[in-house]
């Protein structure tokens, strides 16, 4: 079983930054690739940025050249960092962990989520 915990998120005026981290205990070994989603108030829950176990990264066209996607191994997280930060920003994001079989979806475990507020 693998539990994710997010942390990082808060208010921040438009232009600033924001390093978002998402810690894996458990199986962490099992995983595969980790995903950071954002959902915003009366919105679908979407995909910014994803990363494998092989740092492979993939992100959204709504944030590129903004967002970075990144792992430490010894510590067992996944970051993500924003930069340029926009009022459209503002949402709740979350951090996924998935793991595939032969491209197979087994599981994925979604952490709490963490609040960011981009406001003036």
């Known amino acids: 079983q693998v539990q994710l915990v997010e942390s990082g998120g808060g208010l921040v005026q438009p232009g600033g930054s924001l390093r978002l981290s998402c810690a894996a205990s458990?199986?962490?070994?099992?995983?595969?690739?980790v995903g950071w989603y954002r959902q915003a108030p009366g919105k679908q829950r979407e995909l910014v940025a994803s990363?494998?176990?092989?740092?492979?990264?993939n992100y959204a066209d709504s944030v590129k050249g903004r967002f970075t996607i990144s792992r430490d191994n010894a510590k067992n997280t996944v970051y993500l960092q924003i930069n340029s930060l926009k009022p459209e920003d503002t949402a709740v994001y979350y951090c996924?962990?998935?793991?595939?079989?032969?491209?197979?979806?087994?599981?994925?475990?979604w952490g709490q989520g963490t609040q960011v507020t981009v406001s003036s």
């Open positions: 996924n962990a998935v793991r595939t079989i032969r491209g197979t979806l087994q599981w994925d475990v």
């Open positions: 458990g199986s962490i070994l099992n995983i595969n690739a």
């Open positions: 990363i494998t176990s092989e740092s492979n990264t």
